[in-house]
Each structure stands twice: as C-alpha cells, then as structure tokens.
C-alpha cells in the first residue's frame, strides 16, 4: 500500500515482449543501415518486424519437424 492506501500492481514477469523489441530495434537497424531510398526504408522496417518468423521456420526445417 502507498500513502493514500490505494493499492499498487507490480509487474514481476514482463514475458519475452521486452526480448522482441531489443532484437527489433537491431534488425530495424541493420536493415535501415542498407536502405537507400524512402521505400527501400519502409520495406526494411517491414523486414525487421517479421524476421523472426522466417528464422523459427528455417529452424524448424532444418529439425525436420
């Protein structure tokens, strides 16, 4: 309880959201820093937010599952 004996939520878990935007903010990086053009930008900002999925299915072919 705080001073005013309104309760307060603590987060202790913030699950692997945090993770995803640490290795966004690198892939936006490193595919911005190739870009040349406004569109060229665009696409690469677009390649960072999915590339996880194509890493997860390459892995899984690579198991074999």
Do not use: R
Not at 12 to 26: E, Q, R, S, V
């Amino acid at each position: 309880m705080t001073k005013n004996n309104k309760p307060v939520n603590v987060v202790h878990k913030g699950g692997p959201g945090g993770m995803y935007f640490i290795t966004f903010i690198g892939a936006a990086f490193y595919f911005v820093g190739k870009a040349d053009g406004f569109w060229e930008v665009v696409v690469a900002i677009l390649q960072a937010m999915v590339w996880p999925a194509f890493v997860v299915n390459h892995v899984l072919q690579i198991l074999q599952v």
